[in-house]
């Protein structure tokens, strides 16, 4: 149990600021000491609720008739609310460390590139989109892509730069880059 210091008398004057103080001085430590140990609220939640319910108690301490217990209450009511929005809270597994995927790291980003990239892309030729689809979703070397083209190595590979070229600007325009 808790040893708890000499309550103020009912009769101590609480309508000045010294009597505020005096009972402040006499019942902050019991209460901090009773939201924490007997609440189990973490020692700097209960220092903020103490601190509350004494500045309750200064607003309505005219209508107060019983302060030790009224102080009391107003720690213990604090405390079941803190424990009742607490209480939806679930703790992070010991080992969520492991579930961060460092690939998500900007996937925002990445989206948005891949969304203008494709607007890009779709604002080409009808050649260049198929330049594009053969080098990227084909994936074919410039010497396979000649032979679909049904030209040399080095013509393709100048196609597919200009088609690069070409979704360069259109994407700088998209994104708000330097033209």
């Known amino acids: 149990m808790i040893n708890a210091p000499n309550p103020a008398s009912p009769e101590e004057s609480s309508g000045t600021a010294s009597g505020v103080e ?18 189990r609220v973490p020692p700097d939640v209960a220092e903020n609720l103490v601190q509350e319910a004494f500045a309750s108690f200064a607003a309505k301490k005219e ?12 720690v213990f009511n604090g405390c ?23 690939r998500a790291h900007d996937l925002e980003d990445r989206i ?13 030729g009808k050649r260049c ?3 594009i689809r053969l080098r990227f979703y084909d ?12 030209t040399t190595k080095k013509y393709a590979e100048k196609l597919l730069y200009d088609c690069f070229d070409q979704v360069r600007e259109i994407y700088l325009r ?6």
């Not at 079941?80 to 992070?92: F, G, H, K, T």
């Not at 994936?139 to 679909?148: D, F, K, S, Y």
């Open 22 to 39: 005096a009972i402040y001085r006499a019942h902050y430590a019991f209460l901090n000491r009773l939201a924490q140990r007997s609440y």
């Open 63 to 74: 209508t107060i008739h019983k302060v030790r217990p009224w102080l009391v209450s107003a």
């Open 80 to 102: 079941r609310y803190y424990w009742r929005c607490r209480a939806r809270e679930e703790p992070l597994p010991p080992d969520i460390a492991d579930w961060i995927d460092e």
């Open 112 to 124: 948005l590139t891949r969304l203008a990239v494709r607007q890009a892309i779709a604002g080409l």
């Open 129 to 131: 989109q198929g330049i």
């Open 139 to 150: 994936q074919l070397a410039a010497r396979e892509m000649a032979v679909r083209l049904k």
């Open 174 to 179: 998209i994104a708000g880059g330097p033209s």
